[in-house]
T-cell receptor, first 114, second 115 residues
């Protein structure tokens, strides 16, 4: 069975500082991994995903994530936080072929300090 | 850019009442999902729907729940007799085609409160 763990339900960073949101996964098959963001009163929006190939994945709004199989991690980073990055971030893993349902982590709420 | 929409955005109901949550997926999507998030907990898979039938459902999705896509447009989730523990945010999602890497596009959610 697949699962996702997000360390830190709340993370605060200063504007301009590095953003690091942690995600570790457990999967019995090669994982497909996703980061979604939820802004207030909006749906879940895909930031980036890893399927195969290059392990460093770049997404929207300057975010990127690196798939590290040896560490079973897929941490999300952004070099310089912006006030507009304040949101909730969800890491997810996709299941096997078939219905491809997603299993999500508990989410991390990112606060940007001016 | 096309978006998934959901109505209502908020619904308050009494325990035992029926509720219908509605979703309008992106028009060229073929696979549909409902997820829910109880406050402070994970987003959980409820059900997937393809070719007008359920392809998988979780153990949460018991006989009180049903889904349908009656007119090829709206995708609905019905809870026949709501319980207090059904209070949650319900998300609809859609996907264009098969494949583990295919993106699921989510709606903004319906916040359901059962009193």
């Amino acid at each position: 069975a697949q699962s996702v763990t997000q360390l830190g339900s709340h993370v605060s960073v200063s504007e301009g500082a590095l953003v690091l949101l942690r995600c570790n996964y457990s999967s019995s098959v090669p994982p497909y991994l996703f980061w979604y963001v939820q802004y207030p009163n909006q749906g879940l929006q895909l930031l980036l995903k890893y399927t195969t190939g290059a392990t460093l994945v770049k997404g929207i709004n300057g975010f990127e994530a690196e798939f590290k199989k040896s560490e079973t991690s897929f941490h999300l980073t952004k070099p310089s936080a912006h006030m507009s990055d304040a949101a909730e971030y969800f890491c997810a893993v996709s299941h096997n072929f078939g219905n491809e349902k997603l299993t999500f982590g508990t989410g991390t709420r990112l606060t940007i300090i001016p | 850019e096309p978006e998934v929409t959901q109505t209502p955005s908020h619904q308050v109901t009494q325990m035992g009442q029926e509720v219908i949550l509605r979703c309008v997926p992106i028009s060229n999507h073929l696979y549909f999902y409902w997820y829910r998030q109880i406050l402070g907990q994970k987003v959980e898979f409820l059900v997937s729907f393809y070719n007008n039938e359920i392809s998988e459902k979780s153990e949460i999705f018991d006989d009180q729940f049903s889904v349908e896509r009656p007119d090829g447009s709206n995708f609905t989730l019905k809870i026949r007799s709501t319980k207090l523990e059904d209070s949650a945010m319900y998300f609809c999602a859609g996907r264009r085609r098969s494949g583990r890497g295919e993106t699921q596009y989510f709606g903004p959610g319906t916040r359901l409160l059962v009193l």
